[in-house]
């Protein structure tokens, strides 16, 4: 894909996320690999519905500006890392969502409830120490509970979501939003039992194998 393709799937992705209520104002950030050590991320203090293509900023993973007019995101630290520690890792949001957000400031992680959430992350989405948002230590904390995962609930703040692509990415932030809302709609009645960690890995094993149009398969139409 090249540079100006990726851009202009950022500021779609950007949109879209606006539209299902993942991000709202000027908070919230996207990037996208671009090369091994290259990335395109979304500027600071932008609506993410009135991003234009040449809007996105052009980086090395070292935080470097290579092309772009305006200041990038203040988590830029964050991005690069995920990067640097994930080479599977292609596309980085950081969503604003309600329900999630409801989890992050109680400090509850959120279980694997439904089939879809197992099949399609396949994890529970675990919560973050707090640290200020756009340092270093913030970063090194989303690395260290992110590990291996798709997403992460960042304590008092909002929610990482990674993938091998922006669809990836953003499929995982919405399904985030879907489960975290789940949760606390069963636990108001009572009790929300999450599946058995043995039919999770069922679940997303067989999501991984036969799930949608292979490997290869065209990127959803943004």
């Known amino acids: 894909m090249s540079e100006q393709e990726l851009r202009r799937k950022i500021v779609s992705i950007g949109k879209k996320a606006f539209d299902y209520k993942l991000l709202s104002g000027t908070w919230g950030n996207i990037s996208a690999r671009f090369g091994k050590d290259k990335m395109l991320i979304t ?9 234009k293509p040449s809007d996105i900023v052009l980086m090395d993973l070292q935080g470097n500006i290579l092309r772009g007019k305006w200041k990038p995101s203040s988590e830029v630290p964050v991005h690069s890392l995920i990067y640097k520690a994930r080479e599977d890792v292609n596309a980085v949001i950081h969503t604003h969502s309600h329900y999630a957000i409801a989890l992050a400031v109680t400090g509850q992680e959120i279980p694997v409830l439904t089939s879809e959430f197992a099949a399609a992350v396949g994890h529970k989405v675990p919560v973050t120490r707090y640290a200020m948002s756009g340092t270093q230590e913030f970063a090194e904390e989303v690395v260290r509970t992110l590990g291996e995962g798709k997403a992460v609930l960042l304590r008092n703040h909002g929610v990482i979501a990674v993938g091998d ?58």
């Open 43 to 51: 500027p600071s203090g932008f609506e993410k519905v009135a991003l």
């Open 165 to 222: 692509s922006l669809e990836d990415a953003f499929q995982t932030a919405l399904l985030v939003e879907d489960e975290a809302r789940t949760f606390i709609l069963a636990s108001s009645l009572g009790y929300a039992k999450p599946l058995d960690v043995n039919e999770v890995k069922r679940l997303r094993d067989a999501y991984l194998k036969s799930y949608g149009q292979e490997k290869r398969r065209l990127s959803l139409r943004f």
